[in-house]
């Protein structure tokens, strides 16, 4: 029987194009059962001529030295796609129409971001009226390049959390993802078995982006046993503390977009303050279709921005004239602020185009890393006070 894969993913660079599949093994029904993710991903190059057969969320036969051939009619891959269709059933009937977070005179105010090798993952930590809060976006622990877990960084901040801020336990109240690659959903399962993420969070999760893989049924799942309510992250749902810049539904059903593309961008603010970014993984394409009457206010006075696409070009080229502001955006730096302060989350030659030389020379002196200090000392995670902007290492 031939090898089945999965199309996790598949990056543009500016010579090459990589795809990242991940192997579905013979028997799957033994791993449905008990809710476990596939864990076992490839690296291969995609030719111009596999462009067609390789695509992203679908799923390939191996045939041979770099052959592949369409698996999606195959037995198991219809079984996958029966669960998924049944999960989402279930899940549009959490669907809030709009939940407004409005939180103000905020006293205490930090992020940290954890160092989860190639991946994402980003803590919001606050204090109003005189109650502690945890928001979280997107949600990593596993390196599914190097095929490493990095789940003591992740409990050594949860740890640090509660002793620096006299918690007794740890509760995540709302959950923020923005785009369902499993770099950046893979640890929500850990947090969902350790009880810190409950019935009570309330999850942004995009339930139109269409990915029918074992690993995203298996957090539908978990997700659907919880009961907790969903939002789903369209810039119509934007209020209070939680801005979503892109997409508006709009956007997301006249294109047909790659799941980088269909990224959330989510701006948190507090006391009209704008004071982080994170784009997912948005590259150029997505980046043209924001309207900027909706990001220039937030992305040009923005304190803090979560580099996109873990460095890498593709997440950073803009290219249009910007009216808003009155001049042309070559990529995004033209839109932030010099005083803007950039954390790249990722881990450096996870591929050969990252991290970007391009990213890097732009942000030059300003970037704040997830994997290491300013004395390039590899570290767990990264803790920003953002009310006085004093950065720590850990």
């Not at 390789?54 to 799923?59: A, D, L, M, V």
């Not at 030059?364 to 000392?377: F, H, L, T, V």
């Amino acid at each position: 029987m031939e090898k089945i894969y999965f199309v996790e993913s598949v990056k543009r660079f500016d010579n090459k194009t990589t795809a990242l599949l991940l192997y579905i093994p013979e028997n799957i029904s033994n791993w449905e059962n008990e809710n476990r993710d596939f864990k076992w991903f490839v690296k291969t190059y995609v030719t111009a001529r596999q462009a067609e057969t390789i695509r992203e969320g679908t799923y390939v036969y191996s045939i041979g030295q770099n052959g592949y051939i369409s698996a999606n009619e195959d037995g198991r891959i219809l079984r996958i796609n029966e669960r998924y269709n049944t999960l989402l059933n279930i899940l549009r009937q959490r669907l809030q129409d709009e939940y407004v977070f409005s939180y103000k005179n905020i006293n205490t105010l930090y992020s940290y971001h954890i160092n989860v090798g190639h991946g994402n993952h980003s803590l919001i930590v606050f204090n109003a009226d005189n109650k502690f809060h945890i928001w979280m976006v997107d949600c990593s622990d596993y390196d599914f390049i190097s095929h490493h877990y990095y789940r003591k960084n992740i409990d050594e901040c949860l740890n640090h959390i509660k002793i620096k801020f006299g918690q007794p336990s740890i509760n995540i109240e709302t959950v923020m993802l923005t785009h369902p690659h499993y770099d950046h959903y893979s640890g929500i399962n850990y947090y969902i078995n350790k009880n810190i993420i409950d019935r009570e969070t309330l999850f942004y999760i995009n339930l139109k982006c269409n990915i029918k893989s074992h690993n995203f049924n298996n957090l539908l799942t978990n997700i659907a046993a919880l009961g907790s309510p969903i939002i789903e992250p369209f810039s119509s749902k934007s209020g209070g503390n939680i801005q979503i810049l892109y997409p508006d539904k709009a956007t997301f059903t006249k294109h047909n977009l790659t799941l980088n593309n269909m990224s959330s961008v989510y701006n948190i603010c507090f006391d009209d303050v704008s004071y982080f970014v994170f784009p997912g993984d948005l590259e150029t394409e997505g980046w043209k279709l924001m309207k900027t009457t909706a990001c220039a206010p937030y992305m040009r006075n923005t304190r803090y921005y979560a580099i996109s696409h873990h460095g890498s070009i593709n997440g950073h080229l803009r290219n249009f004239e910007c009216k808003k502001i009155g001049h042309i955006i070559n990529s995004i730096k033209d839109c932030l602020s010099s005083t803007m302060v950039p954390v790249l989350m990722g881990r450096n030659k996870a591929f050969s185009e990252i991290y970007s030389e391009n990213v890097i020379n732009d942000f030059r002196g300003r970037i704040a890393y997830s994997e290491k200090d300013p004395a390039n000392n590899k570290v767990r995670f990264l803790e920003i006070d953002l009310l006085s902007s004093t950065k720590m290492w850990y």
